[in-house]
Structure formats: structure tokens, C-alpha cells
């Protein structure tokens, strides 16, 4: 089946069916093995791409950004301070300016509702690099780095530990629901995830032969998984939460422990990143003195383990958004 994705937003995976998220993956390492040989064929030449920014970003905006430059396109980057986005002008007239001068919009920000709506006013492809809600091109990214870790994706065993109703969690939950894995989300009950998104998960996974299970058990979690991944306990815009989320999820720190729990040898440790594992942060710090832990989500022995892939899947980053943005801008 030939799979077509010009002018598609990408917003969230829902909107994608398995063979094209398959497909993306599979254009994703075709684009990397190209790298790799030297070879940059510039499918983006004469573009111009606007990155929108709300949030900070290290890996998000260094991937459009070098994904742009070697397939020949222009990346602009405008942070929520430098345009009149928001303040003076609003999502749909910003949405109409930015689609007559670039080609394709990336947009990081709080409310998904935003990257929505310049999708339904700009006549160009909008990428979502992050939401409250969903972190697409991050999982595009994970499930490549699953992929080339054990060869496949059907009847990956996948427990996400932590903070299981945030961003990276919902599109991860989507993402392994589309490729048919064993799902698991472990977490206090308090930080599951929306039940209605759990509902449209499960019926995504009926058809792909994958599963869903939520559990604040540790142990059931995680026994037999392939895969343990962590997020921050904190996600952007919550810095408020800092002292509950502790309490709450202290249990369920990523430690040498925890990995053994899975009974397996060849599980493999993954995080979005940025991740809080050591004192060299000004924000590590300043938890180490409030609440005298020195790692949040995963202690320093596992980060710095063989078991963590955690820069094969921030390099895939890059790789993924450059396949994303090919297949998706009109040639
Ligand atoms: N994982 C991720 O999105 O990283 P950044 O916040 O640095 O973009
Ligand atoms: N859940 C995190 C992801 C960071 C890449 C956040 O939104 O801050």
C-alpha cells in the first residue's frame, strides 16, 4: 500500500493509522542510515520552517533545527518573547501569517487547544513539538529506538513508570497501542491516565493485537518488560506540584531494584529526557536541599547503566522529526 502524508499535520498519533506511523519509522531509518553513509539528498530545498516556541526545549529545537539544515531548509526560531503571538495577535491570525511566508510550523506550548487551532488556520503542515497533552514526535522517536533494539515492536512489553497521565505518557500509550505492544502504565491511581483516553487506547489495541493494563503494583508492572520508561515527576508548568509528586512517587524511582523486578536480562531503560538522576542541576540541587534526595524518576546507577539507551533515543530524535517533516511538507 503506497502511504501519502503531504500537507498531513502532525499533532498526535490518533490522527495516524499503524502503517503510517510504520511507515515513518521505517523513513526515519532510511534518513539515518543516510546520514550515517554522508549522503544528504536536501528534499527540504527552499523551505522555510517557523519554530514555535512557548517552552524551553534542548533536544525538540536542536532536531528541527539540524533535521531542517541537512535537507536544506531554512529553521527560524521564535520564542514566545520575541513575536506578538499571544499578546497582540491571536492563534488563528498568527496561524494565517506564519502559513503564507514558511512552509511548515512547529509549535511547543501549554495548551494543545493552541497547536489546533494554527493547524485549522495555517495553510501549511503544523508539527507538534510538545503539549500539555501529547508529545508525538518524541514517541515517533522512542518506538524507532525500540525497533532497533529488539527488531520489532508487536509484543514489546513496555512499562511507563511515574507520572502516568502527562504528555509523553498519553502519546506513548497511544504509540504503543498503534503498534501493538503490552502496555503498562505504573503509577499511584491519583496519576493515571484520562479514562476516556484509556478507553480510545484499548480500542486501538484490540486491533493491532496489543494491550493496555494499568497498575499501581510495582511488581505486576513491571515483571517481564522489555522496556522501562520514566518521565519527569514535573512536567513544565507544574512546578507548583514538586513536594506531592515526591511523596507520591518516591516508590516508584527507576533503581537497580526495580530493574531486576522485571526478571529479565535484556530490559532496556529509556527517558525522554531532560532527567533528574544527579546533583548537576540548579534544580537537582535545590531538591537535594528541600527534600534531601539526590535523583527523582531514575537514580544515577541505572542512568549511567548499560541498560539506558537514553542517547541512541535522543539522537533518533533528530532522525525522526527530519522523516516527519519530509513526509509531511508538500515537495
Ligand atoms: N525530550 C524532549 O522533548 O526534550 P526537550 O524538552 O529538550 O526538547
Ligand atoms: N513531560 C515533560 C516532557 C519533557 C520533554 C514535560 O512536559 O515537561
Redesign the pocket.
Known sequence: MSINLKNRHFLTLLDFSPEEIHYLIDLSAQVKEEKKQGTFPERLKHKNIALLFE?????????FTVAAIDEGAHPEFLGKNDIQFGKKESVADTARVLGRMFDGIQF?GFKHSVAEGLAKHAEVPVWN??TDSF?P??VLADLLTIKEQFGHLKGVVFSFVGDGRNNVANSLMIGAAKTGMDFRIVAPQSLFPDPELVKTAEKIAKTTGGKIRLTDNIKEGVLGADVIYVDVWVS?GEEDQFAERIKLLLPYQVNRDMIEKTGKSETIFMH???AFHDLNTTVGKEIYEKYGISAMEVSNEVFESSYSKVWDE?EN?MHTIKAIMIATMDG
Do not use: D, I
Not at 517552552?55 to 532536531?63: P, W
Open positions: 517552552k524551553n526545549s534542548t533536544r525538540t529545537r536542536c532536531a511547543r513539538g510538545l508529545h514526535t518524541q513544565m525522554c529526557l531532560p535522543a530524535r
